[in-house]
């Protein structure tokens, strides 16, 4: 029997949760839709469509591993926005030798605009990294007149997690990840801003972000898709 390489065992892993979740339409699920809805071409687009941005907005999941921890990285539920507010405030950029600020500063308006009312417009994506069952991650992206603003037409992204899931790889997968989704709903790029002296800066550049523009202090990057 031939022996699988780590690679192709995760792979192989990988498949059967994206079967067993319904992640994987096979001939027989196709088949059964079909036949469910009387082969009528109507109700089988119907049913099609509403399954499928049934699995964009609710059931977007992908397992990956680090070697160390096995990870999930899925759609934010209905129930969790608020942990956004969390890695809003986790986001913040402290540079080294000084004192974080106090939670309170995600009140202020050019920062509630990332979390306000998150999942009632048009646009909005949020994807968490799940560590058994623990929200240890999120990036998030919606149109909004924000620091990395560029155009009304490309959505800005922010991205947290907490410092010890930091430096593992978790954020560059949650941001492949966003850009695989928001490409696929037909978004042509898009945008951030990032502090210069952000570690972070050298990730958004390993997964094709650009410097479009610069202040004294921040990149305005973009990442066309």
């Known amino acids: 029997m031939k022996q699988l390489k780590e690679k192709e065992y995760e792979e192989f892993r990988q498949y059967l949760y994206n079967k067993t979740h319904g992640y994987i339409w096979t001939p027989d699920t196709l088949e059964l839709i079909c036949s469910g809805?009387?082969?009528?071409?109507e109700q089988i687009g119907k049913q099609?469509?509403?399954?499928?941005?049934r699995m964009r907005n609710e059931h977007i999941s992908h397992m990956t591993s680090d070697k160390r921890k096995k990870y999930v990285i899925r759609s934010l539920r209905r129930g969790e926005a608020d942990l956004l507010k969390d890695f809003l405030y986790e986001a913040v950029f402290v540079p080294e030798g000084t004192e974080p600020p106090a939670r309170d500063i995600i009140?202020?308006?050019?920062?509630?605009?990332?979390?306000?009312?998150?999942?009632?417009?048009?646009?909005?994506?949020?994807?968490?990294?799940?560590?058994?069952?623990?929200v240890v991650g999120a990036v998030w992206a919606r149109l909004m007149d924000d620091y990395g603003h560029v155009d009304d037409e490309t959505p800005s992204l922010a991205i947290s997690l907490y410092k010890e899931y930091r430096g593992q790889g978790i954020g560059s997968q949650l941001m492949v990840k966003m850009l695989?989704?928001?490409?696929?709903?037909?978004?042509?790029?898009?945008?951030?801003?990032?502090?210069k002296a952000n570690y972070a800066v050298k990730m958004y550049k390993a997964v094709g972000f650009k410097t479009v523009d610069e202040n004294a202090e921040e990149y305005i990057m973009v990442c066309e898709l």
Not at 110 to 133: M, P, Q, W
Not at 180 to 195: D, I, N, T
């Open 37 to 41: 809805n009387d082969n009528n071409p």
């Open 48 to 53: 099609m469509l509403e399954m499928m941005y």
């Open 107 to 134: 009140e202020k308006p050019e920062l509630r605009v990332y979390t306000d009312d998150f999942g009632s417009r048009k646009g909005d994506n949020c994807l968490a990294a799940d560590l058994g069952g623990k």
């Open 180 to 195: 695989e989704l928001l490409k696929w709903q037909g978004f042509e790029r898009v945008s951030l801003a990032v502090q």
